[in-house]
């Protein structure tokens, strides 16, 4: 069943760019359109764009679903894992988790991106039966999967403040990402050994493009079993450390 909906996916995802993206690669949306008719350009804020890039996306994702045979259930608050829930029409107990994740390319080494987190390593993570900041507990899901995004941010004129345009100068607008790169993993064939940045509770992904494609993160040749084990003892690894270290002697 895993490997049915993970063949359905990247074969939904292989249409996706010329959903988003011109001839040219530019992204199709410039920004934000108010009554009058004045078009306001889109910062070059990461979350900003994430949130957009998923707006843009998500009627073809419903979509996808229903021609799969799944319903989708969001997630219910903003920290919540998966972003998307898939549970199959005809058997409910067949769950699917999907987070989308978005980076730019490292415009000084393109062959690297900024990398991304795939869901914390906490509660819901090493207690499967936990509901703690999770849709569902995390063992009901029978794989976990990336849809991801891999983009060039614009120059840094284009992109420093937001610039007020009439409708009728759409086509002169310079799009603030393009040059799109989509890609389908189970989050533990691309996942790190090192905590996502700015939350140590998050797992990190690798940053290397052609892996990430790839599918071939730091546990991939080892299995899914190691990538749990890792994640699940992170936290408690400074601990038995701690303990297994040398006293030191007061004499």
């Known amino acids: 069943m895993k490997k049915e909906f993970e063949a359905h996916l990247k074969q939904f995802v292989a249409g996706l760019k010329a959903h988003i993206s011109t001839e040219n690669k530019q992204w199709t ?25 998923e707006i843009h996306l998500f009627p073809k994702i419903m979509e996808f679903a229903q021609t799969c045979g799944y319903k989708i259930v969001l997630a219910e608050h903003q920290n919540y894992y998966p972003d998307i829930s898939f549970i199959k029409t005809d058997d409910e107990d067949v769950k699917f988790a999907l987070d989308l994740k978005t980076t730019y390319r490292n415009p000084r080494k393109p062959f690297l991106c900024n990398g991304f987190t795939l869901g ?75 905590s996502g940045s700015g ?5 990190g992904s690798i940053n290397n493009i052609a892996d990430i494609v790839s599918n071939n993160g730091m546990f991939a040749k080892l299995g899914e079993s190691w990538f749990d084990d890792y994640w699940m003892n992170l936290i408690k690894l400074p601990l038995l450390m701690a303990k297994a ?5 007061h004499l």
Do not use: M
């Not at 270290?245 to 002697?249: C, G, L, T, Y």
């Open 245 to 249: 270290a040398p006293r030191k002697s």
């Open 199 to 203: 939350n140590t509770a998050n797992i």
């Open 120 to 194: 914390s390593h906490g509660k819901y993570f090493t207690d499967r039966t936990s509901k703690k900041n999770i849709q569902f507990p995390y063992g009901e899901y029978a794989g976990h999967f990336c849809l991801g995004i891999i983009y060039d941010r614009g120059s840094k004129v284009a992109t420093k403040e937001t610039i007020n345009y009439n409708i009728n100068e759409l086509r002169s607008i310079v799009s603030v990402i393009s040059n799109f790169q989509f890609f389908v993993a189970e989050k533990w064939k691309i996942a790190g050994d090192k």
């Open 29 to 53: 949306i410039k920004g934000f359109i108010d009554v009058f008719q004045n078009i306001y350009t889109i910062s070059a804020d990461t979350k900003i764009i994430s949130k957009i890039l």
